[in-house]
């Protein structure tokens, strides 16, 4: 019985070494490709045994993940969920990003390149940063290999030498970025370097490489071709259908000879789509299906699995946790490996959630330091768990011109200017200068030297201004001039805040920071006149003292959050103030607001919101006491959004405010928010007990908001039952 269960295994290896050898080979066509996956499903129900895939472009990216494992229909299941905007546009997650790119984000409508005295415009619309990491995390499993013959299925995709235009057979290295270089569709995506050599799209000089799969050693070859026709003279009505045309030219001229080199030809009936057609993918998907399933006949007398030699699909599943033992950075010279790390919120011997782990690598490349991030997690070979072997190619471009438009109630109108400079003076370091002109002049000075998880060390500086007629009580405090008659008064408020201070991470997404503050603050009127008929002050006082910060900030988006939560506590203590001099007695005022959103359906969101703040230690000075009234974001100082009220029309040393906000998008980037808020505002209601009990104050608002490129456009109808009042409340553009 031995000897013939020997025998037998040896005609079944004889026979499998006799049987013919068979190649596929995918052609590129952009979201047309998606042809390719109906087509593998046909292969696959077949049991059709494959020996080696050659790819381009969009051929390459799904020939390379069904040669990790992927079955047909497994791609199917994936690219029904795949984010194809997102790819594309390289947005990344907002919750992804540092405090300070998350401020560029919501504050600047333009931002552009400014190098040499010279607006540099971006080479591609995409870094391909997205599709990198969607490509690195599906093929985490076959990570480790580096020689593409190894893999599942052997196999290898064209990529195109943009300096010399010749052709480049990827075969080995790195998976994930040989895919993306195949794909590089030249303005979509920017190039990609691999080996010192600047790649673009295959398809540029062979979208069909049959001839390099048949010198392999291939005896049958299977070809599903997605490429475009000649079209006629009906569907050539854009720039862009003209352009596709003339590269068809030679790629049909190809074609016609590289079809005859194919065995069994499978041309899927996907005229009427075109490159970015991925709105459409489960059509075209089908097409591919019905385009393999008319040469069934043929494919059914192809070499197929046995039970023995049956490829098994890669199961995929979500990596719950890493070890990274190593980490290897090459390519930095501007910059710090402590910043690179910080930035990755990654250290060496340390194990961190796979999720963790994606966010790390956005947030470093939200910084738009770096051209390029490529990264793999290679198995560490005497210990368990991965070493990160990544390249960064740092960005050329170090400076930026930003601009923003903004009208609001309080500040008016408002033209944002800013100029952004990064590796000033040292390595890591940002310079950022605002000058914001309109109805109400100011500035916004910032500079950091970003040392990651080490204490990084920052300057601010701010200058703030406005004018607006509140009730005269408010300031009025001398009994002479509250008994004038003045029930409102106009009131001119200058603000500029100096800060020297330092900042780290803290449980990684916490942002802790302290430092020094100097503070000058001035009051006057025109409605009053003091010594020689000048405008009169209420007053111009200096302050120095101390602050401290701590912030966490994972709302999916600032304006309209969905998901997320939120925290920001800070506490100041002022050691002297001008207009008391030596007198001056110390005080302290904290405060902090949190926030929690949540989706309750794919339309609907609410998100809560309570903050709270109280002075300590001398109660005197009312200038910098809290303040609520209005509508806004990043009011200075202690001045808090209220609803139902106008700006600053209610104060205090302490408060407490909750705010309840339901947001239906009615349609894409168009909400409908309903909004109440309740507060307790007054002198020592900690001490008083009254911040426990029902609210004194509250407004309600019926609103609609629009996300333009500018920022939110947004109207808001607002009421108070205490005043009886209604009030609208309208702005345009980031808040800053």
Not at 443 to 462: A, C, H, P, Q, T
Not at 587 to 592: D, V
């Given at each position: 019985m031995l000897f013939f269960a020997v025998f037998s295994a040896e005609a079944q290896q004889n026979a499998q070494e006799n049987q013919p050898k068979v190649g596929l080979v995918l052609s590129g066509g952009g979201a047309k490709g998606l042809a390719h996956i109906g087509a593998l499903k046909v292969i696959d129900s077949l049991g059709v045994k494959?020996?080696?895939?050659?790819?381009?472009?969009?051929?390459?990216?799904?020939?390379?993940?069904?040669?990790?494992?992927?079955?047909?229909?497994?791609?199917?299941?994936?690219?029904?969920?795949?984010?194809?905007?997102?790819?594309?546009?390289?947005?990344?997650?907002?919750?992804?990003?540092?405090?300070?790119?998350?401020?560029?984000?919501?504050?600047?409508?333009?931002?552009?390149?400014?190098?040499?005295?010279?607006?540099?415009?971006?080479?591609?619309?995409?870094k391909g940063h997205n599709a990198y990491n969607l490509f690195s995390n599906l093929l985490f499993p076959v990570g480790s290999i580096d020689d593409f013959s190894?893999?599942?299925?052997?196999?290898?995709?064209?990529?195109?030498?943009?300096?010399?235009?010749?052709?480049?057979?990827?075969?080995?290295?790195?998976?994930?970025?040989?895919?993306?270089?195949?794909g590089a569709l030249p303005s979509l995506y920017q190039p990609v370097m691999i080996n010192d050599a600047i790649l673009v799209d295959g398809g540029v000089v062979n979208n069909y490489p049959v001839d390099e799969l048949r010198d392999l050693g291939m005896d049958i070859i299977i070809g599903v071709d997605v490429q475009d026709g000649l079209a006629d003279r009906e569907h050539l009505s854009s720039a862009p259908d003209l352009l596709f045309q003339i590269n068809n030219f030679r790629t049909i001229n190809d074609m016609r000879l590289k079809v005859k080199k194919t065995d069994i030809y499978i041309k899927p009936d996907i005229m009427d789509y075109n490159m970015i057609s991925f709105d459409d993918g489960q059509q075209i998907i089908n097409l591919g299906r019905e385009a393999a399933l008319t040469k069934v006949k043929v494919l059914k007398k192809?070499?197929?699995?046995?039970?023995?030699t049956a490829k098994k699909p890669l199961q995929y599943r979500n990596v719950d946790s890493i070890s990274i033992n190593h980490i290897r950075i090459n390519g930095i010279k501007h910059y710090t490996r402590a910043y690179v790390l910080g930035k990755l919120k990654l250290k060496e011997k340390e194990t961190v959630s796979y999720a963790d782990f994606n966010e790390g690598v956005n947030n470093l490349v939200a910084t738009d330091n770096f051209d390029t991030f490529e990264y793999q997690l290679k198995q560490s070979k005497d210990t368990v768990g991965y070493d990160l072997v990544a390249r960064v190619r740092e960005s050329s471009v170090d400076a930026y011109l930003k601009l923003g438009v903004h009208y609001d109630d309080l500040y008016k109108t408002a033209v944002l200017l800013n100029l952004t400079k990064k590796?000033?003076?040292?390595?890591?370091?940002?310079?950022?200068?605002?000058?914001?002109?309109?109805?109400?002049?100011?500035?916004?000075?910032?500079?950091?030297?970003?040392?990651?998880?080490?204490?990084?060390?920052?300057?601010?500086?701010?200058?703030?201004?406005f004018a607006k007629k509140i009730n005269a009580?408010?300031?009025?405090?001398?009994?002479?001039?509250?008994d004038n008659g003045l029930n409102k008064i106009d009131v001119k408020l200058r603000d500029q805040t100096n800060q020297l201070y330092v900042q780290t991470l803290f449980m990684r997404d916490f942002a802790f920071s302290m430092g020094a503050e100097h503070k000058h603050i001035e009051i006057d009127t025109e409605n009053l006149t003091g010594i020689d008929d000048e405008d009169y002050s209420f007053g111009s006082t200096n302050y120095l003292g101390l602050v401290g910060a701590l912030k966490m900030d994972k709302?999916?988006?600032?304006?309209?959050?969905?998901?997320?939560?939120?925290?920001?506590?800070?506490?100041?203590?002022?050691?002297?103030?001008?207009?008391?001099?030596?007198?001056?007695?110390?005080?302290?005022?904290?405060?902090?607001?949190?926030?929690?959103?949540?989706?309750?359906?794919?339309k609907l969101a609410f998100n809560f919101q309570t903050s709270g703040g109280f002075k300590i230690g001398d109660k005197s000075d009312p200038t910098l006491d809290f303040a609520l009234g209005g509508y806004g974001n990043h009011l200075i100082n202690n001045f808090v959004p209220f609803l139902g009220y106008d700006f600053v029309s209610l104060t205090g040393?302490?408060?407490?405010?909750?705010?309840?906000t339901f947001d239906y998008e009615i349609f894409r980037k168009q909400h409908i928010l309903l909004e109440g808020n309740w507060a307790n505002i007054d002198d020592d209601i900690f001490d008083s007990g009254e911040w426990f009990t029902l609210p004194d104050?509250?407004?309600?608002?019926?609103?609609?908001?629009?996300?333009?490129?500018?920022?939110?456009?947004?109207?808001?109808?607002?009421?108070?039952?205490?005043?009886?009042?209604?009030?609208?409340?309208?702005?345009?553009?980031?808040?800053?």
């Open positions: 494959i020996d080696y895939i050659a790819g381009t472009s969009m051929g390459a990216i799904i020939g390379g993940l069904y040669a990790a494992g992927y079955s047909g229909k497994q791609l199917d299941s994936l690219f029904q969920v795949i984010n194809f905007d997102d790819l594309i546009s390289d947005e990344l997650p907002r919750t992804s990003k540092t405090f300070s790119e998350r401020t560029n984000a919501e504050k600047y409508a333009v931002k552009l390149p400014f190098n040499k005295f010279s607006v540099k415009l971006p080479s591609a619309i995409s190894k893999l599942p299925v052997p196999f290898f995709c064209i990529a195109t030498n943009v300096e010399n235009g010749e052709q480049v057979i990827l075969n080995k290295g790195n998976l994930a970025q040989s895919i993306l270089a195949s192809l070499p197929a699995y046995t039970k023995a590796r000033l003076l040292f390595k890591n370091d940002e310079m950022s200068f605002d000058l914001i002109l309109g109805d109400n002049v100011r500035y916004n000075f910032e500079y950091l030297i970003d040392k990651g998880f080490y204490w990084s060390i920052g300057v601010k500086s701010r200058y703030n201004q009580n408010l300031v009025l405090e001398d009994e002479p001039l509250r709302y999916d988006d600032f304006y309209f959050p969905r998901n997320g939560v939120y925290f920001d506590g800070q506490l100041n203590i002022y050691l002297y103030s001008s207009s008391e001099g030596s007198d001056f007695k110390n005080y302290s005022i904290a405060k902090a607001s949190m926030g929690y959103a949540y989706s309750i359906s794919k040393n302490s408060y407490v405010k909750s705010a309840l104050y509250s407004g309600y608002s019926i609103g609609y908001g629009v996300e333009t490129f500018i920022g939110p456009i947004q109207l808001k109808y607002t009421y108070s039952p205490e005043l009886g009042e209604r009030k609208w409340f309208f702005n345009v553009g980031f808040w800053f």
